[in-house]
C-alpha cells in the first residue's frame, strides 16, 4: 500500500484521534465520579486513585504478563482508596473535599513509592481494535486504532445511565445524594450507600488509571497524570451529573488535550507549551460558564457540598 | 482561649502526628526497610547537626509562607490548594522585573521583585476568589487549575522569549545577577525568606484575630448568611483574603528566585505550595501554629535527600509520610469535642 500524506488534514484527525485516545482516562474517572457524587459526596482524591491504578496496573502487567489482571488490580486499588475516602468521610465533621486532597496526596506518594521499580522495565500493553484495516493511510489507521477500555466505557455510559433511573440502587444512591433525611426515613443508611458509591466510583477510577499506563502514554512513570482526575471531577459538573454528557464531555477534554501534540505534528511547536494547557483553561472556561452564583446548578445532588 | 480546650489543640493533632509516624512506619516494614532506622535518619537529616538545622530552616520559608495561602483563605471558609501557582508566577515576575531593571541599585531591584512578585501572586488567588463570588466556581478546583495554566505559561515564557540562549539542556531566563541576590541571615547559611516567612505568620494572626477585617473573615467563614445580613461585603472580603494569601505565596516564590535559584526554571516548582497546605491543616489554619508545624515539615523535607542516600528509599517517601499525616490528622477531627478531659467543667 501506498502511503498517503494527509498535510494539514492530519491535524483534525489528530485530534479526533486524540480524543478517542485521551477521553477514556477521563471518561472512568468522571462516570466514576458521577456515581460518586450522586450520592452525595464529592471525592477529590480521584487524582490520586488514577496514579494509584496506573501504577498497580502496569506492575501487575510486567509481573504477571496480563494487562487485563493489571486492570483487574488496579480497579482493586481504586476500591481500596475510595472505600478510605468513603469511611472518613463517616466521621463526624470531616470535610470530604479536604480528605480528597489529602488522598490525592497519599495516592501519588504510596505510588511514587511502590512504583520505583516499574519505571525503566517495559510491561505488556493493553490490545487495540483495528477499525482503519480499510485505509492506505498510516495515520487514518493509527486514528481508528480503538482500545478495548474505551469501548468498555461507551457500554458503561448506557448502562449507568439506566441503572440510575430503572433500579432499586440507583434510586438509593440518588436519594441518598439528594436528600439524606429521606434515606434514612426509608431506612437506609446513608453512610453505607456512600461508602459502596465512592468504592465503585474508585474502582472505576483505578481503570482509568490502567489505561493511562498500560495503553496511553502506555509506559509508568511520576509525571503520567497531570490532573487528569481532579479535571474529571470538574467534568462531572459541567455534565450535571448525567453520565451521558460526561461521554461528551470527555471526548471534548480528549480533543483538547490532543491538541498541542496534533499542531506540533504538522510543524506548529511556537506556543506548545499554552496549547498544552488547553485542557486546564477550557475545564476553568467551561466552570466560568457553567456556575451562578445564585443558583444551585440544574441536575446537581441537593446534599453535594460544591454546589451548596 | 481556656486551658483545656487550647490543651485539646496541641494535643489531638500531636497524637495523630505520632500515629500517622507509626502507621508509616509500618508501610516502610513492608518494602523490608526498619523503620527505627528511618526515624532516626529523619531526626538526624532534619535536626541532628546544625548543617541539617540549617538546611531543614531553609525548606521551612517557603512552607511558611505557602501555608498562609491555605490558612487566610480557609478562615472564609475557602480551600485554596493552588499556592504553588501563585509561587511559580510570583518567582517568574520577580525574574521579569529584575531583568526589566537591571543595573539599578540592588536595593531598588529587591524592593521591587517582592513588590511585584506579591502582586502577581496575590492577583492569581485573587482571580479564585473573584471567580468563586461573582461565578460561584469552586475555588479548590479552580485554584489547582490555576495551577496547571502557571506552569504552561512558565514554560511557554521559560522555553521562549525568557530564556536564556545560554542555557542548553535545562531552559531558564537570565539570572538576576549576584549583586541583586538576598543574601542569608548574619551567622547562618538561611535567607532571610525565613525572617519574613515568621514575621508574615505573626502578622497575619494579628490580622485575623485581632483587627475588623479579620473579625469580619471568620465572620463570612462561621456564618455565611449572617455575614450577609450584617452586611458585610462578602465578596471584597473574600478577594481581599485571597489577594493577601496569594502575596504570601507569590512572595515565597520571590525568595526562591531571589535568595535561592537567581534563574527561573523547572526547579521553581518544587511543590512547597502542596507541602503548604498539609502545613496549614495540621496548624488547623492558625498561622502561629503555622510556625512550629512549618519547621517539622521543613525537617521531613531537608532528612529526604539523606534517607535517598543512606537507605536507598525513593524520594516519594517523605510523600507517603505526608500523605498519611495529612488522612490522620483530617480523621482526627472527629475526636474534638469527643473526648471528655478536655471539655471545661460546668461552673
Known amino acids: ?308 | 482561649m481556656p486551658f483545656r480546650a487550647g490543651l485539646e489543640a496541641v494535643l489531638i493533632p500531636l497524637a495523630a502526628l505520632i500515629f500517622s509516624m507509626v502507621l508509616f512506619g509500618a508501610v516502610i516494614s513492608l518494602v523490608g526497610v526498619d523503620p527505627l532506622a528511618v526515624y532516626a535518619l529523619i531526626y538526624k537529616g532534619a535536626f541532628g547537626t546544625w548543617f541539617s538545622w540549617q538546611n531543614t530552616l531553609r525548606q521551612t520559608a517557603p512552607l511558611l509562607l505557602t501555608a498562609l495561602c491555605v490558612a487566610l483563605p480557609a478562615q472564609l471558609g475557602l480551600v485554596v490548594i493552588g499556592g504553588e501557582g501563585a509561587l511559580v508566577l510570583g518567582g517568574l515576575a520577580a525574574v521579569a522585573i529584575a531583568l526589566a531593571v537591571e543595573g539599578a541599585p540592588p536595593v531598588f531591584v529587591q524592593f521591587s521583585m517582592m513588590l511585584v512578585g506579591m502582586t502577581v501572586g496575590g492577583l492569581w488567588i485573587a482571580l479564585a476568589g473573584v471567580l468563586r463570588h461573582y461565578r460561584g466556581v469552586n475555588e479548590t478546583i479552580s485554584s489547582l487549575l490555576l495551577f496547571y495554566i502557571a506552569v504552561a505559561i512558565m514554560n511557554h515564557l521559560v522555553e521562549g522569549i525568557m530564556r536564556d540562549p545560554a542555557s542548553l539542556n535545562k531552559p531558564s531566563t537570565r539570572h538576576i545577577g549576584d549583586a541583586n541576590m538576598i543574601g542569608a541571615i548574619p551567622g547562618m547559611d538561611v535567607h532571610w525568606g525565613l525572617v519574613f516567612g515568621v514575621v508574615a505568620c505573626i502578622v497575619v494572626y494579628i490580622l485575623i484575630f485581632h483587627t475588623t477585617i479579620g473579625f469580619s473573615f471568620r465572620v463570612v467563614g462561621g456564618n455565611l448568611r449572617a455575614a450577609k445580613m450584617a452586611g458585610l461585603p462578602v465578596g471584597r472580603l473574600i478577594v481581599i483574603s485571597c489577594f493577601i494569601a496569594g502575596g504570601a505565596a507569590g512572595l515565597a516564590g520571590v525568595f526562591e528566585i531571589a535568595a535561592v535559584h537567581g534563574q527561573a526554571n523547572a526547579s521553581l516548582i518544587a511543590k512547597y505550595g502542596f507541602t503548604g497546605i498539609l502545613v496549614a491543616f495540621i496548624a488547623r489554619h492558625n498561622p502561629l501554629a503555622i510556625i512550629p508545624v512549618a519547621l517539622l515539615l521543613g525537617g521531613i523535607e531537608a532528612s529526604g535527600g539523606l534517607l535517598q542516600r543512606r537507605l536507598d528509599l525513593p524520594d516519594a517517601t517523605k510523600l507517603v509520610l505526608q500523605g498519611i499525616a495529612f488522612v490522620v490528622i483530617l480523621a482526627s477531627e472527629a475526636l474534638f469535642g469527643r473526648i471528655r478531659f478536655f471539655q471545661a467543667r460546668p461552673a
Request: aromatic content about 12%; some cysteine.
Open chain 1, 1 to 308: 500500500m501506498e502511503e498517503v500524506g494527509l498535510g494539514w488534514w492530519g491535524v483534525p484527525l489528530a485530534i479526533l484521534a486524540g480524543a478517542i485516545r485521551v477521553s477514556t482516562p477521563f471518561l472512568f474517572v468522571s462516570l466514576g465520579e458521577c456515581l460518586t457524587e450522586r450520592s452525595g459526596r464529592i471525592n477529590l482524591g480521584l487524582e490520586g486513585t488514577l496514579v494509584m491504578g496506573a501504577m498497580s496496573g502496569y506492575a501487575v502487567s510486567y509481573l504477571t504478563g496480563s494487562p487485563w489482571l493489571g486492570v483487574v488490580v488496579a480497579g482493586f486499588s481504586g476500591i481500596l482508596f475510595g472505600a478510605l475516602h468513603g469511611t472518613i468521610c463517616s466521621l463526624p465533621k470531616v470535610n470530604d473535599i479536604a480528605v480528597g486532597i489529602a488522598l490525592m496526596v497519599l495516592g501519588t506518594g504510596i505510588a511514587f513509592f511502590l512504583g520505583k521499580p516499574f519505571i525503566q522495565p517495559k510491561a505488556l500493553h493493553l490490545p487495540a481494535i483495528e477499525l482503519g484495516w480499510w485505509s492506505a493511510s498510516e495515520q487514518v489507521r493509527t486514528a481508528l486504532r480503538i482500545n478495548v477500555l474505551f469501548l468498555i466505557g461507551v457500554v458503561l455510559v448506557p448502562a449507568l445511565l439506566w441503572s440510575f433511573k430503572n433500579t432499586r440502587w440507583g434510586l438509593v444512591v440518588r436519594m441518598a445524594g439528594d436528600s439524606a433525611d429521606a434515606t434514612l426515613a426509608m431506612g437506609y443508611s446513608v453512610r453505607l450507600i456512600r461508602l459502596v458509591s465512592t468504592a465503585c466510583g474508585g474502582f472505576l477510577a483505578g481503570v482509568g488509571g490502567a489505561f493511562l499506563s498500560l495503553y496511553y502514554p502506555g509506559s509508568w512513570n511520576e509525571g503520567l497524570s497531570s490532573g487528569q482526575g481532579l479535571m474529571a471531577v470538574a467534568l462531572v459538573i459541567f455534565a450535571r451529573w448525567n453520565p451521558a454528557r460526561c461521554f461528551y464531555a470527555s471526548l471534548l477534554f480528549g480533543g483538547a488535550g490532543a491538541l498541542g501534540p496534533a499542531l506540533q505534528s504538522v510543524g506548529i511547536t511556537a506556543s506548545y507549551y499554552l496549547f498544552n494547557a488547553a485542557p486546564y483553561v477550557l475545564t476553568l472556561a467551561i466552570m466560568i460558564f457553567t456556575s451562578s452564583p445564585h443558583r444551585t446548578l440544574a441536575g446537581a445532588p441537593s446534599e453535594l457540598s460544591v454546589t451548596k
